[in-house]
């Protein structure tokens, strides 16, 4: 995982005043995420288990006169700017851009005065590895323009509005899981969600206590149609829900499991039933064991949601599959591929002093079978967007 080097808010802070001369008014922060467990569960209206990442993406910003949006990205080196007229409906700004003035939209769609603002944006939040990279910037824009404007939205309702940037404007028909963590996480906890009722509870993960630690392998898979094979997921668990009589998956319970696949005629649906309604049983296995402090037993968890994953949910890629078989070889209590799938990161549970080691068994099976070598990185569960002093 290379980013640029030096402090992501500063590099924020600094291309402010590069770009627009004076002092930014404020740094607004927000983490990309990794999901502990709860694997396309959030559409269906089931459980996840993410946390954030001490990786970052940080808006540096003040308030410009009218109704204009002036935004530059340390990534891409542009800037570009947006008018009212632009954002009054979806698909007139593309790119990343599309990310910052959904925001914009969506607030103004739900009523409130958005003000004009001028924005530099750094990030150390890897693009297109599954790890949040939008979520993080729509969240971190979100958060700037409601304290630039003394706006109120409790922290409840602001997932759905960076959500609704990205289904409608943007077009991406992603569930609310992402934006919920990068929202709602804090420091050393995971986030139990439920996407039904959008209600939490902070789950304690101390991997230091435990002796543990979660490795972050980048699979640097190039992503394979990842946008229509994730929609047609949807349209699958849809078809199902919809054949078994029920509102989501989530109304099928594990017990019922076999009467219901008994009910489906296909046999791909089967395959996807099975995969949601096993995973969001192993999310709440999962918060049974950490609510007990039981870090270490998650592991055969992890491992059994990847391979509903790659078998019934049919969303891995060779290289993703590889990292987690070299991990689970080299001694990790669990691994499994994390987001969205056709790619981005695996992540595995790995005793705190044998991370290196597990680290380097992946690359070199990797590199056997000719790979494009991956990126690493040990994380804990690091703290959701914020204001930055
Ligand atoms: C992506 C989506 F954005 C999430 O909503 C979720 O569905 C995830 O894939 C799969 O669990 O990250």
């Avoid at 959030?42 to 002036?70: C, H, I, K, M, S």
């Avoid at 969600?193 to 939490?200: A, F, I, P, T, Y």
């Avoid at 870090?295 to 599959?321: K, N, Q, Y």
């Amino acid at each position: 995982m290379t980013n640029p080097t030096g402090d992501v808010a500063e590099r924020a802070a600094e291309g402010f005043t590069k770009q627009y001369g004076g002092k930014a008014t404020g740094r607004w922060a927000a983490p990309g995420r990794v999901n502990l467990i709860g694997e396309h569960t959030d559409y269906n209206e089931g459980f996840v288990l993410p946390f954030a990442l001490p990786l970052r993406t940080v808006v540096a910003a003040d308030r410009q006169d009218g109704d204009q949006w002036t935004v530059w990205s340390e990534l891409s080196g542009e800037t570009i700017t947006f008018g009212a007229d632009d954002i009054a409906e979806p698909g007139r700004v593309t790119g990343w851009g599309a990310y910052v003035a959904g925001v914009v939209w969506a607030l103004r769609e739900a009523g409130h005065p958005v003000p004009g603002a001028r924005m530099a944006i750094a990030s150390d939040v890897p693009l297109g590895s599954g790890l949040s990279s939008s979520a993080a910037l729509e969240s971190a824009v979100l958060a700037a323009l409601l304290d630039l404007g003394g706006l109120e939205l409790s922290p409840e309702l602001q997932p759905r509005l960076a959500q609704r940037a990205e289904n409608v404007y943007v077009g991406a028909p992603t569930g609310i899981m992402d934006q919920s963590a990068v929202i709602r996480c804090r420091a050393g906890h995971a986030l139990f969600l439920d996407c039904r009722d959008e209600s939490v509870e902070q789950i304690p993960f101390d991997l230091d206590a435990a002796g543990l630690a979660v490795l972050v392998i980048d699979s640097r898979a190039p992503h394979r149609h990842a946008d229509g094979e994730y929609a047609a997921r949807r349209r699958s668990c849809e078809a199902g829900a919809s054949a078994l009589g029920v509102t989501a998956l989530r109304d099928v319970g594990v017990d019922q499991l076999d009467a219901a696949l008994a009910q489906l005629d296909d046999e791909e649906t089967r395959r996807r039933v099975r995969h949601v309604v096993t995973e969001d049983q192993r999310v709440l296995d999962t918060v049974a064991l950490l609510r007990a402090a039981r870090v270490r037993d998650i592991g055969p968890l992890l491992t059994a949601s990847h391979v509903s994953m790659r078998d019934d949910f049919e969303i891995t890629v060779p290289e993703i599959d590889t990292a987690v078989e070299a991990a689970l070889a080299a001694g990790a209590l669990g691994a499994r591929m994390t987001g969205g799938g056709f790619g981005g990161c695996v992540l595995a549970l790995v005793e705190a002093d044998r991370a290196d080691e597990v680290a380097a068994a992946v690359t070199a099976a990797y590199a056997e079978r000719g790979f494009t070598a991956p990126g690493t990185l040990t994380v804990v569960p690091a703290p959701g967007a914020t204001r930055l002093p």
